[in-house]
């Protein structure tokens, strides 16, 4: 009988820990493309139970544009950012120089930013998890999928359905001109993943494996 994975708030905290590595490398170019201050974050990591996830990205599809990247390898998941009409209207005016932007349907132009923007931070913090923890990982070129966005993680979120799934939930902020746009962001692990992460975690040795920033 499979028990429910448990993760320690150490445990928790670690994993925080290398995230924010990885965003503190993104959060550079990011602001490059921004042109202002980036701040990115890790507020919180949960379990979530595959239906109420499945049901929450469903409802995200009908109010946001929705990058979706997968993170493939010695790891399985999958990060969704989440982008509202606003946050569309606000990076054109800041990251394109558009004037009178008008909401609704995507441009090339607009599409390729947000796909732009969800790769440096995937990318980033893809990066910074495979050096630290050593695993064989990379992730897969964004796209944006227009519809049934849910159906295509299904394979990520039910390989083991008496498992919750690893979710973190990661806040993009950034600032032009004093005004602040924050642009959420789910990256979440299928249970494999989830215990293969947790025991590379437990055979760190404290004061021997300290987290690094690695190029």
Known sequence: MMTEPHITELERDIIKEILNIGLARAADSFAAIAKDKVLLKVPDIQLIEVKKLLNLVATYE???????????????????????????????????????????????????????????????????????????????????????????LKDILVQHPLFQPLVFTVITRFTHNSKSVELPLLLFFDSNTFLKIRDIIRTFQLGKNDLKETD
């Open 62 to 152: 009908n109010t946001h544009v929705i990058i979706q990247s997968d993170v493939k390898g010695d790891f399985n998941g999958a990060t969704l950012m989440l982008f509202s009409d606003d946050h569309i209207v606000r990076l054109s005016e800041v990251c394109l120089a558009m004037v009178e932007v008008q909401k609704g349907e995507l441009s090339v132009m607009q599409e390729s930013l947000l796909l732009e923007i969800s790769n440096i931070i995937t990318g980033a913090m893809v990066t910074q998890m495979a050096n630290i923890l050593k695993a064989n990982i990379y992730g897969s070129p964004p796209k944006a999928p227009k519809s049934h966005i849910a159906d295509s």
